[in-house]
């Protein structure tokens, strides 16, 4: 874990949302992972503008109802090296890519049939620059 500053700025309350929860969640927060939670955030709100891709909009409810409830599924996972995961239905990408950050060696597959969606989940994949 890790302390925030305050931060102003498009995502300092998604922020700080984000690390007080994994605290209370007793989910493992690393500084990188918060940065890539961060890109992803606003990568999210850009694309959220122009596609919809969720009804969520307030900082901390994205970060609680998106990225929290998809990072504490993290501790049903016992051996992530070994397990193969598909995301159906992935929307703007919940829960699978946050799992996928969390543990990049997870075998993960999106499925998702709205192509608007899809060009999202491309988009961002190659932005945090994960495998796929």
């Given at each position: 874990?890790?302390?925030?500053?305050?931060?102003?700025?498009?995502?300092?309350?998604?922020?700080?949302?984000?690390?007080?929860?994994?605290?209370?969640?007793?989910?493992?927060?690393?500084?990188?992972?918060?940065?890539?939670?961060?890109?992803?955030?606003?990568?999210?709100?850009?694309?959220?503008?122009?596609?919809?891709?969720?009804?969520?909009?307030d900082?901390?409810e994205?970060?609680?109802k998106?990225?929290?409830?998809?990072?504490?599924?993290?501790?049903?996972?016992?051996?992530?090296?070994?397990?193969?995961?598909?995301?159906?239905?992935s929307g703007?990408?919940?829960?699978?890519?946050?799992?996928?950050?969390?543990?990049?060696?997870?075998?993960?597959?999106?499925?998702e049939?709205s192509?608007?969606?899809?060009?999202?989940?491309?988009?961002v994949i190659?932005?945090?620059?994960?495998?796929h």
């Open positions: 874990m890790f302390h925030v500053e305050h931060r102003t700025g498009p995502d300092g309350k998604f922020l700080k949302a984000l690390v007080d929860g994994a605290t209370w969640l007793g989910v493992p927060l690393s500084r990188a992972l918060a940065d890539q939670c961060s890109v992803y955030f606003r990568e999210l709100q850009a694309w959220n503008d122009k596609t919809n891709l969720t009804a969520i909009t900082e901390r994205i970060a609680v998106h990225f929290l409830d998809s990072l504490v599924c993290s501790k049903a996972l016992d051996h992530p090296e070994q397990a193969r995961v598909m995301d159906v239905g703007a990408g919940f829960p699978g890519l946050p799992l996928k950050l969390m543990h990049p060696e997870l075998d993960m597959t999106l499925l049939p192509q608007k969606k899809t060009a999202f989940l491309r988009h190659g932005t945090l620059e994960l495998d």
